[in-house]
């Protein structure tokens, strides 16, 4: 790239080019004077000194060209439909034999490694006299089979019997302690932990990475009276995931969860460096709620390359790494498109955890609440590695540092 055609690119970006019929108004950088430019596929043509002097293309024809192919694919117009007239629906061939193996035997191979991930919670001292406590490793088994199972805590029973007798528990808890398993505060750290640990297998696979955010419905209904309005409001109560997941086998790397109005933006660093922790990171693909210069420098700061559009709004003027990715989706809109459309795939894990253990939670507190969508993570995890292990050949090893660490 020349310095004209880089001196065209900072026009196009930066000031406003307008067409009028077959021609391109350019402005100069300095002063109000605007140049015609006439866009010929042959021999394009410009009415300033520098095209009239040297007969060659100048930047201000370069600003025209950028500018005439960014609307092309611009979000605020609909694409000519001549661009899909040549191309089909891309199609990809289902590994049906494997995804048989994966959906016969997931429900056991799930208890497997639910066990092997809980084996490593070590047993507080008991403390006075009393009932002896179920086994921390028990009660977290418990509590995610539960889940896992989509049923309520008394039908559950007979599952968590049959794991007993197979060996993956020592102890059969109560369906009344399994509903205080969850609504411990002690629980959400231990999940946070397996949840982690459960996609620490597929560091070898997944190098590009999505994020958004979704709602689980409870059974709870909040109720409070508005002096405004003199009347009393009812909302049925819901919890707000902020996820991050690799975009090839929609394991989830991180997760968030706060308040139920708790901005996006802001959550994209934590779920980013939690991820960074395991996984080498080459892309994160984000909407515009997570669009700012702080989520742009974060994915910088570990090597990776932001995918993020910029609202209509914004403008380069503060230079660095958000200047360059501001002339990066505005220049190369083609190519953006097709690497931000990895996006979907977060939308797609959103809709595997929802269809597979419902879009709403039992529970009724708001620990529990949060616990039981922690559960349904851990779940989702688990099960897209069973899907890996007959797909890809991948055998999940879990605790792989602290075994290397004891041998």
């Known amino acids: 790239m020349d310095a004209r055609e880089q001196k065209g690119m900072v026009l196009a970006a930066t000031r406003t080019i307008t067409r009028k ?114 086994p921390l490793a028990d009660a977290i088994f418990a509590a995610v089979f539960k889940v896992y199972s989509t049923v309520s805590g008394r039908r559950f029973m007979c599952d968590l019997c049959d794991a007993r007798d197979k060996g993956y528990i020592k102890r059969m808890p109560c369906y009344n302690s399994i509903f205080g398993i969850l609504e411990s505060p002690a629980t959400t750290d231990m999940l946070l932990t397996l949840i982690t640990e459960s996609a620490q297998p597929l560091k070898a696979v997944e190098t590009n990475f999505a994020c958004d955010s979704s709602g689980f419905s409870a059974s709870r209904f909040d109720r409070w009276f508005e002096h405004k309005w003199k009347q009393v409001r009812i909302q049925r109560a819901w919890v707000k995931c902020h996820i991050m997941c690799g975009v090839k086998t929609n394991i989830i790397t991180a997760v968030e969860i706060h308040g139920q109005y708790t901005a996006d933006t802001t959550q994209l660093p934590n779920l980013l460096a939690s991820t960074a922790r395991r996984f080498k990171v080459n892309e994160v693909s984000a909407d515009l709620a997570y669009s700012s210069h702080d989520n742009l420098l974060a994915v910088a700061l570990v090597g990776g390359k932001p995918m993020i559009p910029f609202k209509k709004n914004v403008t380069p003027k503060q230079g660095g790494l958000w200047a360059k990715m501001y002339h990066y989706f505005h220049l190369h809109r083609e190519e953006f498109l097709k690497r931000y459309h990895l996006r979907s795939n977060v939308e797609t894990t959103f809709h595997m955890l929802k269809s597979k253990f419902g879009d709403g939670v039992r529970s009724k507190c708001d620990v529990a609440m949060k616990n039981e969508v922690l559960c349904k993570i851990l779940g989702h995890n688990l099960c897209c590695l069973i899907q890996a292990l007959y797909e890809l050949g991948i055998d999940p090893v879990f605790w792989e540092q602290q075994q290397t660490a004891a041998g």
């Open 21 to 134: 019929g077959d021609n391109w108004l350019v402005p100069s950088h300095i002063g109000h004077v605007k140049y015609e430019v006439h866009l010929d596929p042959k021999t394009p043509t410009c009415t300033c000194p520098d095209h009239e002097t040297t007969g060659g293309a100048c930047k201000h024809i370069h600003a025209a060209r950028f500018v005439s192919q960014r609307d092309l694919f611009d979000f605020r117009h609909e694409p000519p439909t001549e661009l899909f007239e040549a191309t089909s629906k891309p199609t990809y061939r289902q590994d049906w034999p494997a995804y048989n193996a994966a959906q016969v035997n997931e429900k056991t191979k799930f208890q497997s490694m639910l066990r092997d991930l809980c084996s490593r919670f070590e047993e507080p001292p008991r403390q006075g006299r009393g009932r002896p406590r179920i």
